[in-house]
T-cell receptor, first 113, second 113 residues
Framework: NAGVTQTPKFQVLKTGQSMTLQCAQD?????MYWYRQDPGMGLRLIYY???????DKGEVPNGYNVSRLNKREFSLRLESAAPSQTSVYFC????????????FGSGTRLTVV | AQSVTQLGSHVSVSEGALVLLRCNYS??????LFWYVQYPNQGLQLLLK??????LVKGINGFEAEFKKSETSFHLTKPSAHMSDAAEYFC???????????FGKGTLLTVNP
């Protein structure tokens, strides 16, 4: 089925370790987004890419980096994980027209110990 | 700038009762509005959207929402709650020339037998 695929689904890291969360979409969407979801905080935008070759900071970018590898893929990297980065991370994409809304991936549940 | 306020982080209803989830928005441009639903341990799914056509919008699973410009509201309703409606619901607003959405903090709906 067409959609947004995130890997891995679960991950446990030790403080200071690094990792990359992968996201790929097969809907030919121009825009892609990374959000984190924490209890009581809703969805907070980390970074987004309006089109291939561009990336911009969102609401909570500190401690993260992103790469828009090509039109399909948008990765999120934690260089030195901290317990405050324990969260559920969602990737989303949008395209076609602005009324389309987002298609979300199923999420990555990350625990930093 | 855009913002969304969802009144009530937790709403509890009895099965068969009316569901009303409140969403108020702020936008400096004509808005387009969305409701998403998130079932436990899943990603977000589009429930319905308003894109400047009909002000009463019908979505999946019997939900509907009415856009009221004078009240800057987009409340979500369902006449009769079902156990399967238990989930978290997010209101989102977009507008202007980009595709980025701003999300509310979510409302957790509990349905009691």
């Amino acid at each position: 089925n067409a959609g947004v695929t995130q890997t891995p689904k679960f991950q446990v890291l030790k403080t200071g370790q690094s990792m990359t969360l992968q996201c790929a979409q097969d809907m030919n969407h121009n825009s892609m987004y990374w959000y984190r979801q924490d209890p009581g905080m809703g969805l907070r935008l980390i970074y987004y890419s309006a089109s291939e070759g561009t990336t911009d900071k969102g609401e909570v970018p500190n401690g993260y980096n992103v790469s828009r590898l090509n039109k399909r893929e948008f990765s999120l990297r934690l260089e030195s994980a901290a317990p405050s980065q324990t969260s559920v991370y969602f990737c989303a994409s949008s395209g076609g027209d602005r009324y389309y809304g987002y298609t979300f991936g199923s999420g990555t549940r990350l625990t930093v110990v | 700038a855009q913002s969304v306020t969802q009144l009530g982080s937790h709403v509890s209803v009895s099965e068969g009762a009316l569901v009303l989830l409140r969403c108020n928005y702020s936008s400096s441009v004509p808005p387009y509005l969305f409701w998403y639903v998130q079932y436990p341990n899943q990603g977000l799914q589009l429930l319905l959207k308003y894109t400047s056509a009909a002000t009463l919008v019908k979505g999946i699973n019997g939900f509907e929402a009415e856009f009221k410009k004078s009240e800057t509201s987009f409340h979500l309703t369902k006449p009769s709650a079902h156990m399967s409606d238990a989930a978290e619901y997010f209101c989102a607003v977009g507008g202007g020339s980009n595709y980025k959405l701003t999300f509310g903090k979510g409302t957790l709906l509990t349905v009691n037998p």
